[in-house]
């Protein structure tokens, strides 16, 4: 096992992780932007490193000034968290040159993966069934107007190079595809410098269910169970939950069985989720994967009892799997909620600001990921999540109840934040007997919807 | 609306503000653009989401008070429009 490992991220992500190599007892290396002077992570981590001003672009997306922190305080191993280098297939390959193990997968399984059009050729290579679409990346305006019209409206517009919801637009009609190109466009360079896009037909009353998966990256693949994470804004997941309540017989199996069998095809290595587009016949789509742990991984944690990060470093020393299908055990129903800092009465708008005054939940089967604390000034700079609020129960009906109580017990005064949507949705009948699709939130949010589309 | 008759246009939320959908692309407008309810007059990017500055009545813009790329506050006035 690693001796020191550098974690290249911020927030509740680097919380988590460092103190899961503090309890494995490697020794942790923060990084952090000049706005992250006083964040947790740094205080938390055994050394820490300045990369650099507030702007991801000149710090926490630095490939050079990471690596050369990793070596300079000697740490054998990168683990670069969600979002900003995680999946960056540069990165991946600068680690390995620098002989640093990067604990993620292959620089080529990211840049498989990353690709959305080329993931899509190698899933229906592998037999996973995929959402109809353009088979090419849409190259002007006037193309993806064709295009559209060929698949049939509604569409989704996405970035090829996506993921986490940016550059993503759904396109009603033909009067809303020049505002969506140019919105997905702009919105796609910034976040992952490729403007490329290419069309999928709508799914409508679809769910989005994902399976969390191990690989050897020899071909030796196992999951972890699926989730089911529908509730969402602006295609963004703001709940999730293990197992998925009401799916049709078999379609969990299936699920699994689709994702193991990508994993196996990719030789994918390390921790990854493979997302898919369950439609209300039960029928299910490859939707992308994602190549690094996910935001949402503590409620398979909870279910199965493992530690994914933990999982993550075993599968980085030693390249292979740390247990066996077999030993995969599931045992009763986790809720996760994403407290972020974004006012639900006004469209999700970003709430930066400072927090006056914080209290968390205890109890049974509470737990709280997050890097926030009384004081904090939420910055502009980076994403919402404050918070991960997760509850475990020996059933949905019981994980609910604890969801209940443990959200009545925060208290988060200064700015506004999700916190006060989700009492809302434990109230509506489809989200509380788990019938619930894709349409949740804006169904539960009229504005939100209409100003999604103007966007 | 201001004494001299123009309306502010201000920032909803805090952020960086962009003029133009894309460094490589002309802005949304320049001042002596006229608009209608509802146009783009810019961006605002806030905790990596973008949101759209819209115009709140038809009219000719008459001055954009901030830089390109400039951080600005919640409230700040980014732009004036005549009727």
């Not at chain 1, 409508?204 to 804004?233: F, I, K, P, T």
Request: proline share 5%.
């Amino acid at each position: 096992m690693f001796d020191k490992v550098l974690v290249a991220n911020r927030g509740e992500i680097a919380v988590r992780v460092i103190r899961t190599l503090a309890a494995a007892g490697i020794r942790s290396v923060a990084v952090y932007s000049e706005a992250d002077r006083d964040a947790r992570h740094v205080s938390e981590a055994d050394e820490a490193v300045a990369i650099g001003p507030p702007q991801a672009a000149n710090s926490y997306l630095q490939i050079d000034t990471i690596v050369q922190a990793a070596r300079a305080t000697g740490a054998a191993a990168i683990h670069p968290g969600y979002g900003f280098l995680s999946e960056n297939p540069l990165f991946a390959a600068a680690c390995e040159q620098a002989g640093l193990t990067f604990i993620g997968p292959t620089p080529e399984n990211i840049r498989r993966t990353g690709n959305k059009l080329s993931a899509r050729r190698a899933m229906a290579a592998a037999g996973v069934p995929t959402i109809p679409g353009s088979p090419q990346a849409v190259s002007t305006l006037a193309d993806a107007r064709d295009q559209a019209d060929a698949l049939g409206y509604p569409v989704m517009l996405k970035a090829a190079a996506g993921g986490g919801g940016r550059g993503l637009r759904a396109v009603g009609s033909p009067q809303e595809i020049e505002d969506a190109y140019v919105m997905a466009e702009s919105e796609a360079r910034a976040a992952f410098g490729d403007a490329t896009l290419y069309l999928e037909k709508r799914m409508l009353g679809a769910r989005h269910v994902e399976v969390q998966v191990l690989g050897d990256g020899r071909g030796g693949a196992l999951h972890l169970g699926e989730r089911n994470c529908s509730v969402q804004r602006r295609h963004q997941k703001m709940l999730e939950e293990a197992p998925s309540p009401a799916l049709p017989t078999g379609v969990a199996a299936g699920l699994h069985a689709a994702a193991t069998r990508a994993v196996a095809a990719l030789r994918y290595r390390n921790a990854g989720t493979v997302e898919f587009l369950v439609a209300p016949d039960g029928r299910f789509y490859f939707l992308e994967v994602n190549a690094r742990i996910q935001v949402e991984h503590p409620v398979t944690e909870a279910i199965t009892g493992r530690d994914i990060v933990a999982a993550q470093l075993a599968i980085a020393a030693t390249g292979t799997l740390p247990f066996s299908q077999q030993d995969v055990r599931f045992d009763g129903h986790a809720i996760e909620c994403r407290i972020n800092a974004e006012d639900p009465d006004f469209e999700f708008m970003p709430q930066p600001g400072r927090i006056e005054q914080l209290g968390w939940p205890h109890g049974d089967g509470v737990r709280i990921d997050t890097h926030v604390f009384e004081g904090y000034d939420v910055p502009i700079y980076y994403d919402s999540l404050l918070a991960k609020l997760v509850v475990h129960g020996s059933s949905r009906a019981e994980a609910l109840a604890r969801l209940r109580e443990a959200l009545r017990q925060v208290t988060l005064l200064g700015i506004k934040t999700t916190a006060s949507f989700f009492p809302r949705l434990l109230e509506d009948r489809a989200f509380v007997d788990g019938t619930y699709d894709l349409g949740i939130v804006s169904r539960l949010v009229p504005a939100l919807e209409e100003e999604e589309e103007a966007i | 609306m201001a004494d001299d008759g123009l309306t502010d246009v201000k920032a909803l939320i805090s952020g960086t503000f962009y003029r133009a959908s894309s460094p490589d692309v002309p802005p949304f407008v320049e001042v002596g653009t006229a608009v209608r309810k509802g146009q783009t007059l810019g961006l605002l990017e806030s905790m990596k989401l973008f949101s759209k500055i819209k115009a709140p009545h038809d009219g000719v813009v008459r001055a954009i008070d901030t830089q390109n790329t400039e951080q600005v506050n919640v409230g700040q006035r980014l732009f004036r429009l005549s009727r």
